[in-house]
């Protein structure tokens, strides 16, 4: 008998907090006209507009499919574990409200899923590519992992190859079998921005077995200035980004901790990137408090694991670069860090 027969393929998670002008158009891009999917909808204490009452409407329109769930503002993190906890589908992929998927994709991956859960077996983590959508030039980059990951079969870390830059297994990225969160213990920080981190981070020593499957699923809007990846918005929340990055350098003991080398050298990297991020932000915001919060960060690093930090400091030229001493280092990190936002437009 399948154990997953009567389990909903997937549980989409989206968080809402004053969502109300733009949540039709992620929630609609949810439904393909079929019943095995589930939308959980979650109102983190929405108070400035008709959150709450769009929730509702939604989950009264389709009762078989969404689920709402109003709670105090616990922020992001509270919001997707609340999602987490109260999900029925096999897998679990979290959509921000402000964003989407592409309908296409959406039923190419959905026709794969079921497939695995109709073996019996099904894969522990499935990753798609996601695009950029930067609205207000009309312009778009799409995340890709040629090179880095096989394509259209299953396989291990074993068979991973080498993550070029930009080529980060990010939340938008990531659909996990659910159990696989559940079982890897994940807990994400209330009242908190950038928890995505920990959610590609945390969990992936638990994931045994993937797929690559190479369609443009999920569209990451760009453009509103209130956005949290908006520079001076990630300044005025740097005590929150260094409170991520110490969460992550605690919740895995590398190498070890990954239980694949291959994979220990690929979190190695994705840690080195948030580190020289923090650093940079501090670097940007070029206040004494700041720069003492990145003292903070090493001094952190440092009792954390010693080995740890001397091969994020040393060994990784990006984290290196990010952290040269004196006003014309500090230049240096700041040129770089601008240059490569613009490369890589994630802003």
């Known amino acids: 008998m399948n154990p997953y027969q009567d389990h909903k393929t997937i549980t989409f998670v989206v968080p809402c907090y004053n969502s109300a002008d733009y949540m039709d158009h992620c929630i609609g891009s949810l439904l393909t006209g079929s019943?095995?999917?589930?939308?959980?909808?979650?109102?983190?204490?929405?108070?400035?507009?008709?959150?709450?009452?769009?929730?509702?409407?939604?989950?009264?329109e389709f009762p078989d499919i969404i689920k709402v769930i109003h709670q105090e503002n616990k922020g992001h993190?509270?919001?997707?574990?609340a999602g987490i906890?109260?999900?029925?589908?096999?897998y679990l992929h979290v959509v921000d409200s402000d964003d989407w998927l592409d309908r296409d994709a959406l039923n190419v991956m959905l026709s794969k899923l079921r497939g695995f859960i109709?073996?019996?077996?099904?894969?522990?983590?499935?990753?798609?590519n996601y695009v950029y959508e930067h609205t207000s030039t009309g312009t778009r980059k799409v995340i890709r992992y040629r090179g880095a990951l096989p394509r259209n079969r299953i396989f291990t870390w074993n068979e991973t190859g080498a993550f070029g830059w930009g080529q980060n297994l990010l939340m938008h990225s990531l659909t996990y079998r659910t159990q696989v969160l559940r079982d890897s213990g994940l807990k994400m920080p209330e009242h908190t921005f950038y928890v995505?981190?920990?959610?590609?981070?945390?969990?992936?020593?638990?994931?045994?077995?993937?797929?690559?499957?190479?369609?443009?699923?999920?569209?990451?809007?760009?453009?509103?200035?209130?956005?949290?990846?908006?520079?001076?918005?990630?300044i005025s929340r740097l005590d929150q980004q260094m409170r991520i990055t110490q969460i992550m350098a605690e919740a895995v003991?590398?190498?070890?901790?990954?239980?694949?080398?291959?994979l220990a050298s690929y979190m190695m990297h994705y840690l080195g990137l948030i580190v020289a991020a923090s650093s940079s932000l501090a670097v940007a915001a070029g206040t004494p408090e700041a720069l003492e919060q990145r003292r903070a960060m090493w001094e952190h690093l440092d009792a954390t694991d010693r080995v740890l930090k001397v091969k994020l400091g040393f060994r990784q030229p990006l984290v290196l670069g990010t952290n040269l001493p004196g006003r014309v280092g500090r230049k240096i990190t700041l040129t770089g860090y601008r240059l490569a936002r613009?490369?890589?437009?994630f802003s």
């Open 85 to 90: 906890e109260a999900a029925t589908g096999v």
């Open 196 to 234: 995505d981190n920990i959610f590609a981070y945390v969990p992936l020593p638990y994931v045994k077995t993937l797929y690559y499957l190479p369609v443009d699923l999920y569209r990451y809007f760009i453009g509103r200035d209130d956005q949290s990846v908006n520079e001076s918005v990630q």
């Open 77 to 81: 993190g509270g919001a997707v574990m």
């Open 35 to 60: 019943t095995d999917i589930e939308v959980i909808i979650v109102d983190d204490g929405s108070t400035r507009d008709d959150t709450p009452a769009k929730a509702d409407r939604w989950q009264s």
């Open 253 to 262: 003991k590398l190498p070890g901790g990954a239980g694949n080398a291959k």
């Open 342 to 345: 613009r490369i890589y437009r």
């Open 118 to 128: 109709g073996s019996g077996s099904p894969v522990d983590l499935m990753i798609t």
